[in-house]
């Protein structure tokens, strides 16, 4: 199984709703990861999970919250988004660190109003 | 800062023809991975690029890395309809980070 799964495919939420992405992958990955893709641009990397500790925060605004539950999951948690929030967001995960192959999910596209 | 820096931007080419995708960056890294993006779709990982001089093939793509250029290609021969797509190149710096190039749209014409 070489898949990540991300819950919903599409979210649409106003600037005063929570909600949450979910993340999940069953390679026994040890490293997973959350970026944020615009339109017409490459990713960009927002937080990485090393062995369910977060190890790298990119300064994300704190509107963005992610979350390691365990191994297999990864959420972000999202409350008071902006408009220009609105993005793809990926997930990926990795056998141990980023000097493995990164797979990706399919994301989650986002639209703030 | 890491500057990953891709071109063509855009690339538009006739079907049975051949060309190369540049990736440059600006500072010493060994690690450098291509994907693909088709439109509204994830990224697929093509190859992954260790060390100085690797070459990697798969079917009509070819990519090489020269660290000591900084500098990574992605040929394309003899191009066909699926091959249409954005491409990424990436390169890892600080462990645990990936910085991801432009992108290169390519739009193969029959």
């Known amino acids: 199984d070489t898949e990540v799964t991300q819950t919903p495919k599409h979210l649409v939420m106003g600037m005063t709703n929570k909600k949450s992405l979910k993340c999940e992958q069953h390679?026994?990955?040890?490293?997973m990861y959350w970026y944020k893709q615009k339109a017409k641009k490459p990713p960009e990397l927002m937080f990485v999970?090393?062995?369910?500790?977060?190890?790298i925060n990119e300064s994300v605004p704190s509107r963005f919250s992610p979350e390691c539950p365990n191994s297999s999951l990864l959420n972000l948690h999202l409350h008071a988004l902006q408009p220009e929030d609105s993005a793809l967001y990926l997930c990926?995960?990795?056998?141990?660190?980023?000097?493995?192959?990164?797979?990706f999910g399919p994301g989650t596209r986002l639209l703030v109003l | 800062e890491l500057k990953v820096e891709q071109n063509p931007l855009f690339l538009s080419m006739q079907e049975g023809k051949n060309y190369t995708i540049y990736c440059n960056y600006s500072t010493t890294s060994d690690r450098l991975y291509w994907y693909r993006q088709d439109p509204g779709k994830s990224l697929e990982s093509l190859f992954v690029?260790?060390?100085?001089?690797a070459v990697k093939q798969e079917g009509r793509l070819m990519a090489s890395l020269d660290t000591k250029a900084r500098l990574s290609t992605l040929h394309i021969t003899a191009a066909v309809h699926d091959l249409s797509a954005t491409y990424f190149c990436a390169v890892e710096y600080g462990n645990e980070k990936l910085t991801f190039g432009t992108g290169t749209r390519l739009t193969i014409i029959p």
């Open positions: 990926a995960s990795s056998q141990a660190s980023v000097q493995e192959t990164q797979y």
């Open positions: 690029l260790l060390s100085n001089g």
């Open positions: 390679m026994g990955h040890r490293a």
């Open positions: 999970y090393s062995y369910e500790k977060l190890s």
